[in-house]
């Protein structure tokens, strides 16, 4: 009931405020968030046509076992850049998340770091593996998540012994409005095609953002919005490892063409950015209007 | 206080096992049944522990050693003894008599105690109680005796050497007088030299000097007799902790189906929801008891991450809890009884419902538990900075239900700008893996190495990071240097070698080679 009354009252303010909804959105309880999560990489948002669609699976493999580290690396890039401003006022609920977004990067533009254990609108990320995943790959490092944007107290994670326990608790993760980003991570094999459309489903309702990390590249049908196969590039050396890189390439894109990018994390901006004097591994394929549409 | 002795516990239980329908005539079809005892050990010696109705008619006792029992009467039926049956039986009695009162405790090897006081009257006062205790038991097939009384001591002479059935508050000197001393609970060497004395009856000792007792027999036999008469206070231990709040409900009908279970679950959440309220309290911690109607007893615990009250709330953990069970949950014929206790409860200051904020905290503790529920609550984890310079001990991953606030992780950040430590994986395995590698001495990084079967070509290396060992412990382990290096595909690890070459004894093996952790 009280739900019902907050999230009334919150569209009558909206109104009050003057601000309209922008389509397509997602309303979460907080107000009207975009329906898509920009990387921040233009050539591979407008690929994206925006970002990532918010409310929606999206699968990451890694080419090989070994490359486990840096498809994870891609999925917590992803789930850091997750627009979340710490500081609890209620302006910040009623305010359009662009604005939230370029105070955001106000802030972090003049160095302040928001506390991302305090205030009520901070990312919450819920990371599933499953045991044998865990075992083989190494369990997430606090330390190493930190560096990576994604602040540790704000992660849950959960292990769980079968598939079909993964497959309930990203279910259960995603119908959570506290939660933005669900990350399920799985050893090689096959899914259930009705458990993936459940997963779709259960994304869509809730706006947050489901990613299956696969340890391998899997041939299966899915109703995800995008797959990626992201293994590690060789970084610049001087003196040393440089900066981490990875090959991302979009294998499947339900909103466009498909790509092939190396991309580096830049310690300075927190997000990962096209390495420079990298070309393109391939020349993106671009869409073909005359297509045939299977 | 209710005494209760099995006494026949052990070849009851022998019986009920291999007799599949175990009923009050079992006893009559004795006669047709070779006579069990129960033997074991005891020095070098096998020697009767336990005997049936049929063996004592035969004049067999405990104590008596096979042997001589073989030689008395070929014919009986000697088992091994299990004292962990016993034990597990015994407990699951005092499970069932969680139905008359919360107080149960063990009385070791085959007795129960059970403190009544305040809850005869749920069954229509004592006597009702006792009748509904004597059927069921009658009816499970074991040979038993009780007595009640106002102390534990009292009721245990009564329940051991008095007449059955006894039941004697305030009478407590009368019904102790005429039994035998050993019904005091007093080492069997103090009671032989009591009778050695003349002192066979607590009626012997009762208006004795006190003082030249105890100089001879020591203080133990006036503590137990002030104990019996209630002069001295002795404290019952219940075999599981008492719930501060509990709400039941009786079934005329047993209920079996797992929506009936859950709302009276739900039902009985809504009762004990004003209670705690009215103490400004949430459970942390609840178990749902549930009686089966042929004396199973299913505990079903669940753990909060918060303080909760909401009957809804309560439900949801146990839909969760009986999902995980799924087939191990036998309802078999029904269940007669159910219980919901608060094991843990903790304060829980009202809370305003939010336009925003407070919701999406209840909202994920409300996950944390559905997941708690349905995995188990060492599988929800969040991860927690540790007080510790050593990569695995730096953090733990801990219950998610017991970790608030930041974790740690404000002080982590401040330490690693202070230090300005270097990097740290991404992943980082479970227990460092040792690789064969090829390095430089005594230094250097490694230039190949094979982990997991398979070999990388180090192109890039970064380090040493020297890490000491816990040298304040006999088990820190070696310092270690660990180097962050890439291989020639652009995997990132790090890896380390436990020792230096530097504090090598001639003779030992070189340091070894381990594989930590994956970068990005």
């Known amino acids: 009931m009280g739900l019902v009354m907050n999230a009334q009252l919150r569209q009558h303010l909206l109104a009050l405020q003057g601000t309209t909804r922008t389509a397509p959105g997602i309303e979460n309880g907080f107000g009207v968030l975009p329906a898509v999560l920009p990387l921040g990489i233009a050539a591979i948002d407008t690929m994206l046509g925006g970002g990532l669609m918010r409310g929606a699976l999206h699968e990451i493999a890694a080419p090989a076992e070994a490359h486990s580290a840096a498809a994870t690396g891609f999925a917590l890039g992803i789930a850091a850049s997750w627009p979340g401003l710490s500081q609890p006022s209620t302006s910040c609920l009623l305010t359009l998340p662009e604005v939230v977004d370029a105070r955001h990067k106000v802030y972090a533009r003049a160095g302040w770091r928001p506390d991302p254990g305090a205030g009520h609108d901070g990312r919450r990320i819920v990371w599933i593996a499953e045991e044998m995943a865990r075992a083989e790959s190494g369990a997430p490092h606090g330390a190493g998540l930190d560096a990576f944007g994604l602040a540790p107290e704000r992660l849950l994670t959960v292990t769980v012994s079968h598939r079909r326990d993964l497959l309930w608790g990203m279910e259960e993760a995603l119908r959570c409005r506290a939660v933005n980003v669900v990350i399920g991570e799985m050893r090689p094999g096959k899914i259930d095609e009705i458990a993936v459309r459940r997963l779709s489903l259960a994304a869509g309702e809730g706006g947050a953002l489901a990613l299956l990390l696969r340890a391998a590249p899997a041939a299966d049908s899915s109703t995800a919005a995008t797959r990626w196969i992201v293994g590690t590039a060789s970084s610049v050396i001087a003196h040393g490892p440089g900066a981490p890189r990875i090959a991302a390439h979009l294998v499947r894109n339900r909103r466009g063409p498909t790509g092939s990018w190396i991309l580096e994390w830049s310690d300075s901006d927190e997000r990962f950015v096209l390495a420079t004097h990298a070309q393109p591994v391939a020349a993106p394929a671009f869409d073909r209007p005359h297509r045939q549409v299977a | 206080m209710l005494s209760l002795w099995l006494r026949r516990l052990s070849t009851d239980r022998i019986v009920r096992s291999r007799d599949s329908f175990p009923s009050p ?320 409860a903790e304060p829980c200051p009202p809370q305003q419902i939010g336009i925003g904020g407070g919701e999406d905290e209840t909202e994920l503790c409300r996950l944390i538990d559905r997941l708690s529920a349905r995995l188990g609550a060492r599988r929800v984890q969040r991860l927690t900075a540790q007080d510790s310079h050593i990569p695995e001990a730096a953090e733990a991953a801990l219950p998610a239900q017991a970790v608030n606030g930041d974790a740690g992780w404000t002080a982590f950040r401040r330490y690693r700008e202070e230090t300005a430590l270097s990097p740290r994986p991404l992943r980082l395995l479970t227990r460092p893996e040792p690789i064969e590698a090829v390095a430089e001495v005594p230094d250097g990084p490694p230039l190949r190495f094979r982990w997991r079967r398979a070999l990388h070509e180090v192109v890039a290396a970064e380090g040493p990071e020297r890490i000491e060992g816990a040298w304040w412990s006999e088990h820190g382990g070696p310092a270690r240097d660990y180097f962050r290096v890439e291989d020639k595909s652009g995997l990132r690890f790090w890896l380390f070698r436990a020792g230096l070459y530097r504090d090598l004894v001639p003779g030992d093996p070189a340091p070894a080679w381990f594989l930590h952790g994956t970068f990005a």
């Open chain 2, 25 to 344: 005539r079992a006893a009559g079809r004795g006669e047709e049944r070779a006579p069990l005892v129960v033997t074991g050990k005891r020095g070098n010696v096998e020697v009767l522990t336990a005997v049936d109705e049929a063996a004592s008619r035969l004049g067999l006792s405990p104590g008596l050693t096979l042997a001589q029992a073989r030689a008395m009467h070929p014919g009986i039926d000697a088992v091994a003894e299990d004292i962990e049956a016993d034990t597990a039986l015994l407990e699951s009695i005092a499970d069932w008599c969680l139905r008359y009162t919360p107080l149960v405790a063990c009385d070791a090897p085959d007795g129960l105690l059970l403190d009544i006081s305040g809850c005869s009257h749920l069954y229509g006062g004592e006597r009702a109680l006792v009748a509904d205790l004597n059927g069921r038991l009658e009816h499970a097939g074991f040979a038993y005796s009780f007595a009640i009384a106002g102390t534990i001591g009292a009721a245990w002479a009564a329940a051991h050497y008095g007449k059955p059935g006894g039941h004697a508050c305030g009478e407590e000197r009368t019904l102790l007088a005429p039994l035998p001393l050993s019904a005091l609970r007093i080492p069997p060497v103090t009671a032989a030299s009591l009778a050695r004395v003349g002192l066979k009856r607590i009626g012997d000792v009762l208006d004795l000097p006190r003082a030249p007792l105890t100089a001879r027999f020591g203080s133990d036999v006036l503590r137990q007799l002030d104990r019996a008469l209630g002069h001295e206070h002795e404290p019952l231990t219940p075999r599981l902790p008492v719930a501060p709040y509990v709400a039941e409900q009786r079934f005329a009908e047993p209920i079996a189906r797992e929506d009936d279970i859950l709302m009276v679950a739900r039902r009985l959440a809504r009762r004990l929801q004003l209670a705690l309220e009215r103490r400004g309290v949430g459970a942390r911690r609840i178990e749902l008891t549930l009686f089966r109607t042929d004396g199973m007893v299913r505990r079903i615990a669940a753990g909060t991450s918060r303080p909760l009250r909401d009957p809804d709330d309560i439900r949801g953990l146990f839909v969760e809890r009986l999902a995980a069970l799924a087939d191990a949950f036998d309802p078999g014929f029904g269940f007669d009884m159910a219980r919901l206790s608060v094991i843990v």
